[in-house]
């Protein structure tokens, strides 16, 4: 059984819908966090993730926490559900890659093009442009990052995205690709079970 530790709107919402994706059994776990944006929420003490932030996972015992190593894990033991291209498939690298774009270019830009830092840094301008010209060139090719495939990159890439659109310039592409990520039928169910677990945090 995997037990995830959730909190609703946050970096945890998206490991609802990759499970949603995956297919398989679950169940959420709501834990308080802080909320540095309104001052709110207290860490909680049933949280295991070392620094009680979320999201985290328990499976079969072993604790995961961060959401890129956790991705990688729940698409990797769950092959059927065809979210990674496994070791030793040719296209296993590019989603490494895709994985790791997203934790260290996207983030980076996503965070400097909403808090306003872009226009005090010219390396800032272009890392943020190079983001956005990757996105593109990959979206003309295809529905998602890896072309018409999706996979457990387009979770954490497509969450990014939604959460922070405005970050980036108005574009039809990106917004398509958001649309699209936002419509699949397991990130609509996402979208309710975070809600619901929103309001059993709250009772
Ligand atoms: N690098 C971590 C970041 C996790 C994180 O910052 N989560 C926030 C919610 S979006 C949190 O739990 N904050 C509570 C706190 O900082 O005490 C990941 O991606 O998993």
Redo the contacts with the bound molecule.
């Keep these: 059984m995997i037990t995830l530790f959730h ?1 609703p709107q ?3 919402s998206r490991i609802v819908w990759l499970l949603e994706e995956l297919s398989v059994p679950y169940e959420i776990q709501p834990v308080s ?4 944006m309104t001052g709110e ?1 207290l ?1 909680d003490p049933a949280n295991p ?1 070392p ?5 985290a996972i328990l499976h079969d015992g072993a604790l995961i ?4 190593a ?1 991705v990688l894990y729940l698409a990797d033991a769950i092959p059927a559900a065809g979210l990674a291209p496994a070791p030793g498939d040719p296209r296993r690298g590019e989603y490494l890659t895709w994985i790791a774009w997203y934790a260290t270019e996207l983030e980076q830009a996503l965070f400097a093009g909403l808090s306003g830092a872009l226009a005090e840094s010219p390396q800032k301008q272009r890392d943020h442009g190079a983001v956005v010209e990757r996105l593109r060139s990959a979206l003309a090719r295809g529905h998602y990052v890896m072309g018409d495939a999706f996979t457990s990159a387009d979770v954490l890439i497509g969450s990014a995205l939604e959460f922070g659109r405005h970050a980036f310039p108005a574009d039809e592409l990106l917004d398509a690709y958001v649309e699209r990520c936002r419509s699949r039928p397991a990130a609509i169910r996402g979208v309710v079970l975070d809600d619901k677990s929103g309001l059993q945090a709250a009772a």
């Design positions: 909190a946050s970096r945890s966090i802080f909320r540095p929420g860490p993730h620094d009680k932030r979320v999201p926490t961060e959401s890129v956790i």
